[in-house]
């Protein structure tokens, strides 16, 4: 598609629940990060996926947190049992390579509200 | 954990005046940085980039500064617009990485 896509914009869920966030990457971008933003805050690194390489999970804050790629293109980041501390943007990003050559294309985020 | 810091959270500006954004930097090893722009709503572009052999690099109205010896960015915007409002990032990450650390963020505020 023409940029990145995430879907949905908005999810508000009770805590508890489960909830799964989508990002459509740019097409043939092969690095896909995810990333947090709180209300006010700066952006907080997440994971990232880059080709058939192992993901950068070093950012994922518990093991609550969760994100397949598939087949190299579609991404979702999954919150399991989410906390009120979980609401926050999360921003998706997608790039052709390295952040220094290529740079980020960012989405639009989903804005999660744990109520 | 790991950060890029800004000294100014809010920056309020006339319109026509010059802004200047502060960050400073953690990582040594970084040698690549962006400034990106967020507006409401959507996600961050970005504006500018330099890498650590430069010391000042200029696009259209803004210039960014580097500073190695004590770590720190800014970004110089001219003749600030009121299109310029928004939340303005550094970030920084290193030659051929894949990972941005992004700083905090600042506000920018212009007044007509």
């Known amino acids: 598609g023409a940029g990145v896509s995430q879907s949905p914009s908005n999810k508000v869920t009770e805590k508890g629940k489960d909830v799964e966030l989508r990002c459509d990457p740019i097409?043939?971008?092969?690095?896909l990060y995810w990333y947090r933003q709180s209300l006010g805050q700066g952006l907080e690194f997440l994971i990232y996926?880059?080709?058939?390489?192992?993901?950068?999970k070093s950012g994922l804050p518990s093991d609550r947190f969760s994100a397949e790629r598939t087949g190299g293109s579609v991404s979702t980041l999954t919150i399991q049992r989410t906390q009120q501390e979980d609401s926050a943007v999360y921003l998706c990003?997608?790039?052709?390579?390295?952040?220094?050559?290529?740079?980020?294309?960012f989405g639009s985020g989903t804005r999660l509200t744990v109520v | 954990g790991e950060s890029v810091g800004l000294h100014l959270p809010t920056l309020s500006v006339q319109e026509g005046d010059n802004s200047i954004i502060n960050c400073a930097y953690s990582?040594?090893?970084?040698?690549?940085f962006i400034w990106y722009k967020q507006e409401s709503g959507k996600g961050p572009q970005f504006i500018i980039d330099?890498?650590?052999?430069?010391d000042k690099r200029q696009g259209q109205r803004v210039t960014v500064l580097l500073n190695k010896t004590v770590k720190h960015l800014s970004l110089q915007i001219a003749a600030t617009q009121p299109g310029d409002s928004a939340v303005y990032f550094c970030?920084?990450?290193?030659?051929?990485?894949?990972?941005?650390?992004f700083g905090a963020g600042t506000r920018l505020f212009v007044k007509a």
């Open positions: 990003a997608s790039s052709l390579g390295s952040a220094d050559t290529y740079g980020y294309t």
């Open positions: 097409s043939g971008h092969t690095a």
């Open positions: 996926f880059q080709g058939n390489s192992a993901p950068d």
């Open positions: 990582n040594s090893a970084s040698d690549y």
């Open positions: 330099i890498r650590s052999n430069m």
């Open positions: 970030a920084e990450t290193f030659t051929g990485g894949f990972k941005t650390i």
